[in-house]
């Protein structure tokens, strides 16, 4: 959907492979992440990684779940529930982009 879009786009396996392409990648500007992420940090705490580390990203997170109440995500982060309209995910995506 993100590259049909015309983005070019990066992927990791997990938030410890996304941490280690973003410490190589000076050229990442967006990251998309699913709250449940396998094998280290969840996506929320990505995202406050994210945020401390490299503050000009911007974040996306979605989740097939309800955020609890007591969840914050970081600021200038845009949460999508699933399932998520497409055109309104690359609305944003484009807007974060420009």
Do not use: Y
Request: aromatic share 6%.
């Amino acid at each position: 959907m993100i590259e049909d879009a015309g983005f070019d786009t990066v992927e990791a396996a997990n938030s410890t492979e996304a941490v280690a392409i973003l410490e190589s990648r000076p050229d990442i500007r967006i990251v998309f992440t699913d709250v449940d992420m396998p094998h280290g940090i969840d996506g929320i705490r990505l995202a406050a990684c994210i945020r401390d580390r490299w503050p000009p990203i911007k974040i996306i997170i979605t989740s097939g779940k309800p955020l609890p109440q007591r969840v914050s995500i970081p600021a200038e982060t845009v949460f999508f529930p699933k399932p998520f309209r497409q055109d309104r995910v690359i609305e944003v995506l484009r807007h974060m982009a420009a």
